[in-house]
């Protein structure tokens, strides 16, 4: 005769997303790092250079080169993690990502104004996750508004 098997689940905790907007944000910010990957080549095919790529003569440290995908990859790790106040955390990421693009409007403003809609549409990603984070229940709520036996 097999034995039961106990299966342990975790409770949600409040602040957390929702597993649907958990995989819709990190596809998101996968597509995030695709885009900013996009920046990258376009900038190298067309020779113009971003501020964080360099000229090709002197280019950026790998470091700095990378750092707009910095973001990106925080945030996946982030929702797969289930880490709480993941939109707040998305939008800081988002703004991250718009302060790069400023950088670059003076350098190249047609691949600056690119990396400000990339950010923008982070950003909107994130607030639109906001719809899915766990709020706390309240007794009252948790009894379905039922009164308590007054013994």
Known sequence: MTEPQVVLMRTPRPGELTSGWRLVTSVAWIAIAV???SVWKTSEQLGLSTWWLGPRGD??????????????????????????????FGIAASAFIVAIGIADLGRVARLGWIEIGIGIAAAAVSLGSTAGVLRPVRAERAT???EPDAR
């Open 35 to 37: 885009a900013i990957g």
């Open 59 to 88: 280019p950026q440290p790998r470091v700095v080169q990378l750092m707009p995908f910095v973001p990106a990859l925080l945030m996946v790790i982030g929702a797969i993690n289930n880490a709480r106040r993941l939109p707040l």
């Open 144 to 146: 379905s508004g039922a």
